[in-house]
């Protein structure tokens, strides 16, 4: 059964920072991407950020570039986020997701997400 568990969120003031973990288990996902996402009350989920496990290639959402960084350990099957300058727009609901690899751009595999308060 595949897992992707999310830790590290909780309540920070603007501008500090926070570092979102997505441990991963049940599988490999050496030949997938994996990615960050986000909901906010009432708004839709969106994309935040997402990594190429072989090779490490990362992409960023417009809003969250040159603040968030998106980093994994592949021994421990665990991709990171760091969360820094936060703004009380970044204030959601943080999930992580995987694609099943090869040539798959669905996201197929979801965490249950990890709450992020920004106050300002």
């Known amino acids: 059964q595949v897992q992707l568990v999310e830790s590290g969120g909780g309540l920070v003031q603007a501008g500090g920072s926070l570092r979102l973990s997505c441990a991963a288990s049940?599988?490999?996902?050496?030949?997938?991407?994996m990615g960050w996402f986000r909901q906010a009350p009432g708004k839709e989920r969106e994309f935040v950020g997402s990594?190429?496990?072989?090779?490490?290639?990362?992409y960023y959402a417009d809003s969250v570039r040159g603040r968030f960084t998106i980093s994994r350990d592949n021994a421990k099957n665990t991709m990171y986020l760091q969360m820094n300058s936060l703004k009380s727009e970044d204030t959601a609901v943080y999930y992580c997701?995987?694609?099943?690899?090869?040539?798959?751009?669905?996201?197929?595999?979801w965490g249950q997400g990890t709450q992020v308060t920004v106050s300002s």
């Open positions: 997701a995987g694609t099943r690899g090869g040539v798959s751009t669905t996201y197929d595999y």
């Open positions: 049940g599988r490999t996902f050496s030949n997938s991407v």
């Open positions: 990594i190429r496990w072989s090779g490490g290639r990362t």
